[in-house]
Nanobody, 121 residues
Framework: QVQLVESGGGLVQAGGSLRLSCATS????????MCWYLQAPGKQRELVAT???????NYADSVKGRFTISRDNAKNTVYLQMNSLKPEDTAVYYC???????????????WGQGTQVTVSS
């Protein structure tokens, strides 16, 4: 059983900052990449940022220079530091982890339940 639990969402004014966390727990052997997605109301889920096991990162153009993804491998936790927030950043944010469980034979993707971020103008 694997769980991903996000925290840190909330309501913030435009220009403000939030830091999201996603803690992964369970029978985990190894975690490969970890990602953050967002889903705005009425829109499809989209990739925000990715971080590899080695620390390589990639960002959507819309958040480059404002958001920073990081991870603590010892804690199996991924973070998303969001600065200079805009109303259009309002969405539910989900974390994912590509991991293999103890006794598993392949990497699979696991998702958190999501955390709401609302940016007021």
């Amino acid at each position: 059983q694997v769980q991903l639990v996000e925290s840190g969402g909330g309501l913030v004014q435009a220009g403000g900052s939030l830091r999201l966390s996603c803690a992964t727990s369970g029978s985990i052997f190894s975690i490969n990449s970890m990602c953050w997605y967002l889903q705005a109301p009425g829109k499809q889920r989209e990739l925000v940022a990715t971080i590899t096991s080695g620390g390589g990162t990639n960002y959507a153009d819309s958040v480059k220079g404002r958001f920073t993804i990081s991870r603590d491998n010892a804690k199996n936790t991924v973070y998303l530091q969001m600065n200079s927030l805009k109303p259009e950043d309002t969405a539910v944010y989900y974390c994912t982890a590509r991991l293999i469980i103890w006794g598993g034979v392949r990497f699979d993707d696991y998702w958190g339940q999501g955390t709401q971020v609302t940016v007021s103008s």
